[in-house]
Structures are given as C-alpha cells and as structure tokens.
C-alpha cells in the first residue's frame, strides 16, 4: 500500500504561482511514477503531469495545456513529489490529484493509489 497526501492548494489569482506537494508513505516511493490530474467542475479528471522512476534518472511528462507552466519533480529522500506552477489560468481551476503507479503511464486508470486532492482556484 502507498498512502498519498497533498498539500499546497489555495486560492491565487492569475498570472500567480503555487507549489502543490504530495507526500507519500508505504511501499518504496522512489521506484513508482508520481502523476498529477486534475478534475475541474463538470469535467472528467485529465493527466497533468507525470514523473517516472528509472535507475539513472527521471523521466518527466506533460499534459500540453501546462506544457511550459508546469514543472514536476520529486524529492525521493522526503519521499515527495512536487508540482511547481507557474503563469496560472482560471482553466487551471480545479482538484488536483497525487496518484502512484508501478509503471509510467498517462493514464489515471492504470494507477493504483490516490491521494484526496488538493483545490486549486485561479481568479481572474
């Protein structure tokens, strides 16, 4: 088991930054993907990003809307893993969610545990 808690999510206007944490627990954190999604009202939950594990580096993956304005990384001596966010838009609105899975995927039904997200609102 793997046990996800976020943090960092609260009201910015936009233009504004904000750095949403996940911190894990459980099972070995440095050798699973850390994604971010998101779910906005009335929408389905979307891949934001994506941070896997190899044995000499990580490998990072973007959704396009945040491509540039998003940064993931992961810290696997505090067992955390970061979403740093910059240039923020109202569209950016919504709950974001820590997810870990075994394997890098981009797809939020491959991955096994969730954390219970965090809001992010951006005002205008």
């Known amino acids: 088991q793997v046990q996800l808690v976020e943090s960092g999510g609260r009201l910015v206007q936009a233009g504004g930054s904000l750095r949403l944490s996940c911190a894990a627990s459980?099972?070995?954190?440095?050798?699973?993907?850390m994604g971010w999604f998101r779910r906005a009202p009335g929408k389905e939950r979307e891949f934001v990003a994506a941070?896997?594990?190899?044995?000499?580096?990580?490998?990072?993956y973007y959704a396009d809307s945040v491509k540039g304005r998003f940064t993931i990384s992961r810290d696997n001596a505090k067992n955390t893993v970061y979403l740093q966010m910059s240039s923020l838009k109202p569209e950016d609105t919504a709950v974001y969610f820590c997810?870990?899975?075994?394997?890098?995927?981009?797809?939020?039904?491959?991955?096994?545990?969730w954390g219970q997200g965090t809001q992010v609102t951006v005002s205008s």
């Open positions: 997810a870990a899975d075994s394997i890098a995927t981009m797809n939020p039904n491959e991955y096994d545990f």
């Open positions: 459980g099972r070995t954190f440095s050798r699973f993907t």
């Open positions: 941070i896997s594990w190899t044995w000499s580096s990580n490998t990072t």
